[in-house]
Structures are given as C-alpha cells and as structure tokens.
C-alpha cells in the first residue's frame, strides 16, 4: 500500500468515527474527534510517512533572470520564455536561476564560462545555487556558455533543459541536465536562452533551432597546432588569407568517434564533364582523427594543387582531380585506422574523344570503361550538401 493510500485509509476512519458517533456524543466530544484528526494528520506529515514527492500536486516550474549589456537585470522570466535580447547584439553578462519545487525536494545548480575567467567551477567561485548570481556585475565579461542541473532526492524525476542564443550561430540545441550550451574558444558572447524543467523522458522541447548541437568548441582552441598545419599547407596566410575557413565533425570512419574536418565553402562548379555538376558547394582542406587526445591529419592537400576533395553523404571522400581540358580523375576513398582507404578511381582522357578507364591505387590501367560504366561507378557517390559548417575562428 502507498503512503497517499495509508493516509487516506486513516482519515477515512477517523471521518467514520466521527460521522457515527457524533448524535451520541455531545459538543465537546465531538471538537476532541476533530483535534484528534489534525494531530493524527501533523504527526503522519513529521514522521516522514508522506515523501515530499507525493504531496507535490504539480511539475515544478523554473524562473531565471539575465543581466544584459545597456540594460542590467531583466525581469523574471519563466518555463521556456527568452531572456535576454534579440537582434540587438547585446551580451548577456550574469544569470539567476531559481525553482517553484512545487513540494518536490529538488534544487538547481548552474554555472557559466565568462570572458577571461572560464567555467566557474575550475575557480573559487564553483557552482551556484538556487537564485544566486552567475556571472559577473560591472565588469562587462559576456558569458560564452553554461551548464544548469537539477539536485535533490527528486531531481531523477525531472530534466532541466536550456538553450542558448549564441553570437554568429543563432539557437543552439537543446541541452539538459549538466550538459554544455555555448560556445569556447570563439569569443563569441549570449545573447538569450530558454530553460525548461519537464518531467524525465519527455523529450526535446520544440522551437526555434539554427545549430543542431548545443555546444561548439573552436577546435584550434583545443588543438593549437592545427593553426601550423593549415598554414603550412597555405590554407592560412596563403592563397586563402582572405577567405574564410570552416569546420565541422563527422563520423567518416564509423567508429562513434568524429573526424575534424577544414574546409572552404566555394560557389558550385559546373564543369560540363563533372558528374557532380552544380552541387560541389565545399572542398575539403584538411582531415583530422583525434588519437590520444592529439590530432592526426589522415588528409592535408596544399591550397595550390588543382586537386579537390569532397564529402559523400555515406561517409566516403570524393577526390577530383584535373588535368585541364585534357584529362580527369575521380578517386574514391574511405576513412580508418588513420588513413584513407583506396576504393576505386576512374579515369577519363578526352585527347581522342571521352575514353573512361579504370585504374588501380598508383593510376596504372585496369580495363577500359564505356561511358555508361563509368557512370554507374559515379552514381555510387554522391556530394554532401547540408554541412553543419561553423566558421573557424583564428
């Protein structure tokens, strides 16, 4: 039997005693039935055989405030409504967070990573709690990024969820319960987020999202040496000093372990011969596999070779090569143990005519193809196109 059974089985007989006995008793009797009835309830309540989870009648609700650039404290906002700012640029510089438990022993513990200090808790100033202020006041320091979890014996019951508006990304995803939701390494500020608390296994809340992920991490912030590496490829301060780089993770080597890949968005090309006509919007500068906390190149070509690589929706890499009007190459590749893996590679000579041929690892000929061959090896392959590409930030 329940607690919330137990106790109403109780009062339901102290409410017979009374009902039964109260014509053949008098006044005063009948007052005592009725004192007895609060104390017998208060005692039930003190000796703990009602858990604060069954008294709660409803979901805990979750308020918080920002501190914003220009303007100071907002008012409180509460179950999902943004605060902060949009479309005005402004930092978010200090957050308060606080819980309506709704009789549910729970507690909520939060903390962000701000401009020229870094996550609270690596420092003295550690976690904050239950409406205090994270942050910083009057020092004009953006947060990058936070991290809010649900504490107590309850706190299992419940996700907390929270999404941020990030400088130069829009809405992230939605993170919960300890997670990241940001940005580090970018210097790029808040500028509004949304917190949830639902009950656990909900899912995801809906809205607005522009980044699937809630959390992006520069990676030169967490590998210097890639920056050495682009430029001495010339991706860097090179042919490419006035262009922009990106970077995005996938898992090329299905191994539940993403690559990092660099690469450049460029307008389609529409070389007439090119099977992929019109859909190359990216070229790959480089391929990354992290391997004891270091990464490793698997692919870095030079910003000058005529060679250009690509992604396949399947994971595999597509590498054009041309020879001018004279001659191409498509050779195709998969992803692992460090390296690229040789798949197969046609060839086409166009001195007499269109004559595709098929070719082994180092270019020697293999057999001839007709078009219609070398076709059916094109359309194995394919160019990815929606790349979560984030702007590398040197």
Known sequence: MTYA??????????????????????????????????????????VGLIPASVSASANPSVSYRTHVQNEGWQDWKKDGTMSGTSGKGLRLEGIEVKLDTQGYDLGINYQTHIQNIGWEADTERG??????????????????????????????????YYQVHAQNMGWLGWAKNGESAGTAGFGYRLEGINIVVAPAGTGTPGGVVDKAEPFYE????????????????????????????????EDLSNDGIP????????????????????????????????????????LGRDAYIRGRYYLDPNNYIIDFGSGGAYSHGWVYYSVSDYDLNYIEHVYLENLSGEVYTLRDQNGYLLKNLTKSEAYAIFDKYSIKTNIDWTPLVF
């Open 5 to 46: 059974h137990c106790l109403i089985t109780m009062m339901q007989s102290i409410l017979f005693i009374k009902t039964t006995r109260v014509e053949k008793e008098d006044e005063f009797a009948s007052k005592r039935i009725q004192k007895l009835s609060v104390l017998l309830l208060a005692l039930v309540l003190i």
């Open 218 to 249: 520069n990676p030169l912030a967490l590998y210097p040496a890639i920056a050495s590496e682009l430029k001495a490829l010339n991706w860097k301060d090179g042919k490419y000093e006035k262009g922009q780089l990106y970077y995005c993770y």
């Open 259 to 298: 690559e990092l890949i660099i690469g450049i968005q460029v307008k389609p090309w529409n070389f007439a011969v090119f099977p992929y006509a019109g859909k190359c919007n990216h070229e790959i500068a480089m391929i990354f596999q992290v391997k004891n906390g270091s990464p490793v190149p698997i």
């Open 127 to 160: 976690w904050k709690s239950n409406g205090a202020m994270s942050g910083t006041e009057g020092l004009s320091y953006r947060l990058e990024a936070i991290q809010i979890k649900l504490t107590g014996t309850d706190a299992n019951q419940f996700d907390v």
